[in-house]
């Protein structure tokens, strides 16, 4: 795969955990960005509408992914399809329960994670579209929870992963969602090909134009690490 088609599968994000949406979506207008990632998980109805005004100022015509909050329901999900061309959307594993009944079920994909978002019972994915794999709880678990990076692996062969979210790790091996050197971003080259979907969701704090230049280094990464020949 070439730099160039991996590129097409990474975006960036305008995030309200930690993050600042507005400022976010003022750099997203002024660079005219067409396509985008949206993490609504600290926004409530209130601001989700705020945003969603918000976007509509922009040039965005698409949102393939969007992580939900737990008190979305069916009509501004439906809004999200419509309107911004939803396509995958991820939850944390203990609001599957408020999602359960949704016609809009195998679009979803929970998120691998540890402490109260932990996936306890992995049965569940089978009645979602799949598992989303967060690449930086990945190499967190790989260093300081063996068993849920042995459940990860274990998802892996038994579901879709259907897509992605890609934060930092800290040099004490800490997952973050804040980028403060481009290394924080290596450890991608320690994850296998098969954990990538086609949705790459740069779950970050940093600017968009920091994370413009994220997505570049991340594809040059990764084009290099799957042509390598064995």
């Known amino acids: 795969?070439?730099?160039?088609?991996?590129l097409k599968r990474i975006y960036p994000s305008v995030v309200t955990f930690l993050g600042d949406w507005q400022e976010m979506l003022k750099e997203v207008k002024r660079l005219k960005l067409k396509e985008i990632s949206l993490f609504l998980t600290c926004a409530s109805f209130l601001e989700r509408q705020k945003i969603?005004?918000?976007?509509?100022?922009?040039?965005?015509?698409?949102?393939?992914?969007v992580h939900l909050r737990h008190d979305m329901?069916?009509?501004?999900?439906?809004?999200?399809?419509?309107?911004?061309?939803?396509?995958?959307?991820?939850?944390?594993?203990?609001?599957?329960?408020?999602?359960?009944?949704?016609?809009?079920?195998?679009r979803f994909f929970?998120?691998?994670?540890?402490?109260h978002s932990r996936i306890?019972?992995?049965?569940i994915i089978s009645k979602v579209g799949g598992v989303c794999f967060d690449l930086a709880h990945i190499e967190h678990f790989c260093h300081s929870f063996p068993a849920?990076?042995?459940l990860a692996?274990?998802?892996?062969?038994?579901?879709k992963i259907g897509c992605n979210h890609l934060s930092a790790v800290l040099p004490n091996g800490r997952s973050w969602h804040r980028v403060y050197r481009l290394s924080d971003l290596d450890y991608i080259k320690n994850i296998p090909k098969n954990y990538f979907s086609n949705y790459i969701n740069l779950e970050l704090v940093n600017s968009i134009t920091e994370q413009l230049k994220f997505k570049k280094y991340i594809?040059?990464?990764?084009a290099k690490q799957w042509n390598k020949k064995s």
């Open 1 to 6: 795969m070439t730099e160039k088609e991996i």
């Open 52 to 65: 969603y005004q918000a976007l509509e100022q922009t040039k965005v015509t698409e949102i393939p992914h």
């Open 73 to 106: 329901r069916e009509q501004e999900i439906a809004y999200l399809i419509k309107k911004l061309k939803a396509k995958v959307f991820t939850i944390h594993y203990q609001y599957f329960k408020d999602y359960r009944d949704s016609k809009y079920i195998k």
């Open 110 to 115: 929970i998120e691998t994670n540890a402490y």
């Open 120 to 123: 306890k019972n992995p049965k």
């Open 148 to 150: 849920d990076y042995r």
């Open 153 to 159: 692996a274990k998802l892996a062969k038994e579901y």
């Open 219 to 222: 594809a040059k990464i990764l």
